[in-house]
């Protein structure tokens, strides 16, 4: 019970179409079997009430709420019903991103359009998210902001503008964040997950490239250094669980890789 008596606002648990579980919806029920409060916070509804009703098909406490995070006013409106439901805030677990869907591509080849796409959700909606937590943790002088990044972002191969830039931008907003909350006992880390075997890195791509799953899979996990098997939502979450309970109350402003020895690599 290492989240007893908190409350954990899951930005982005509920998940795209396909096979296994997104890091999102695993961070939520890990956060939950610790004995959290979960808000389960997606633009998909119905998707956020699949994670909050298996979380209480196990016993947990948790409440879905719709939110689109290029609308500040939908975040604002999420961390006010977590306050209004359970009286607190203790973690924000900001879990979006889009790339290829977002329209993502090369520098030859990205628009304006699908820049501002991606920027929206993967950073300005962390960053928004963040404003309406902020002044709840501060008061409370206790809490625990975690973001998903990606390997992506300290990759030197990584070939997309959007995904790539935004992912380093969500570094140093959380290493700012560590840093000037610090005093107030709120602290800021950043996780960058790997080549992971999830419905929106894998299922997207084979829908994407017109590719069959199994062949996706295999080559992504010929590209994982360890077990040469991807990794899944399972390992973000425990990474994520760590990082919101009090085990890690000393430890801020880290970048913490969940990756499989990803950057280990030669020449990434």
Known sequence: MRMKDKV???????QSPGEGVGNGRATAILLAREGAKVLSVDRDLASAKETAAMIEKEGGTAAAFEADVTKEATLKAAAEDAVKRWGRIDTLHYNVGVSIAGGDANPFDITEEAFDRCNAINLR???????????VMRQQRTGSIISISSVAALSSTYPLVAYKTTKIGMIGFTEMLAKQNAEFGVRANVIL????????????????????RAQVEAERDARVPLRGKMGT???????????ASDEANFITGVTLPVDG????RSGD
């Open 193 to 212: 997950p790997g080549l992971m075997n999830t419905p929106m890195a894998v299922d997207t791509r084979a829908r994407t490239f017109n590719k069959p």
């Open 261 to 264: 020895g990803a950057l280990l």
């Open 125 to 135: 909606g962390y960053i928004m998210a963040v404003k309406h937590v902020l002044p």
């Open 233 to 243: 939502g399972w390992d973000v979450a425990y990474a994520a669980l760590f990082l």
């Open 8 to 14: 954990a606002i899951i930005v982005g648990a509920g």
